[in-house]
């Protein structure tokens, strides 16, 4: 995966809400990736924000056959492949996870409920 010379994502729509972890791999390696995704699915978008110009819905042959035409001129032509990764690393991924759950515990109305109103359980 290191030296190929590009990596293919595909992704059917029916997982639009899903990201494969090859994606992450596919980023770390560097390497040209042509994305066969839903371009409105989470996988997508993630490609996108990194970078990513040739997506396609994977259903559609039309765009699968211009993504694959344009990608390959793309290599072919030596394009550089600069994805946008600082906020993909685990620093970066923790600390907004760490942002979720801080504004989950603090949402108006939320309420911690006091020793008195617990009852054991017997």
Same mark, same amino acid.
């Given at each position: 995966?290191?030296?190929?010379?590009?990596?293919?994502?595909?992704?059917?729509?029916?997982?639009?809400?899903?990201?494969?972890?090859?994606?992450?791999? =596919?980023?770390? !390696?560097?390497?040209?990736?042509?994305?066969? @995704?839903?371009? $409105?699915? +989470?996988?997508?978008?993630?490609? /996108?924000?990194?970078?990513?110009?040739?997506?396609?819905?994977?259903?559609?042959?039309?765009?699968?056959?211009?993504?694959?035409?344009? =990608?390959?001129? !793309?290599?072919?032509?030596?394009?550089?492949? @600069?994805?946008? $990764?600082? +906020?993909?690393?685990?620093?970066? /991924?923790?600390?907004?996870?760490?942002?979720?759950?801080?504004?989950?515990?603090?949402?108006?109305?939320?309420?911690?409920?006091?020793?008195?109103?617990?009852?054991?359980?017997?």
């Amino acid at each position: 995966m290191l030296r190929a010379d590009g990596l293919i994502v595909m992704q059917g729509s029916n997982c639009n809400e899903q990201i494969p972890a090859k994606l992450y791999e =596919y980023f770390r !390696a560097r390497r040209p990736i042509l994305g066969l @995704a839903d371009p $409105l699915g +989470d996988t997508g978008k993630v490609m /996108r924000d990194a970078g990513v110009t040739h997506i396609a819905k994977l259903e559609d042959a039309d765009q699968v056959e211009s993504a694959i035409d344009s =990608y390959l001129c !793309a290599v072919c032509n030596g394009a550089p492949f @600069a994805w946008k $990764l600082s +906020d993909m690393s685990r620093r970066a /991924r923790a600390g907004a996870l760490a942002g979720v759950l801080e504004e989950a515990s603090t949402t108006a109305g939320h309420t911690t409920p006091s020793k008195a109103r617990c009852e054991p359980r017997c």
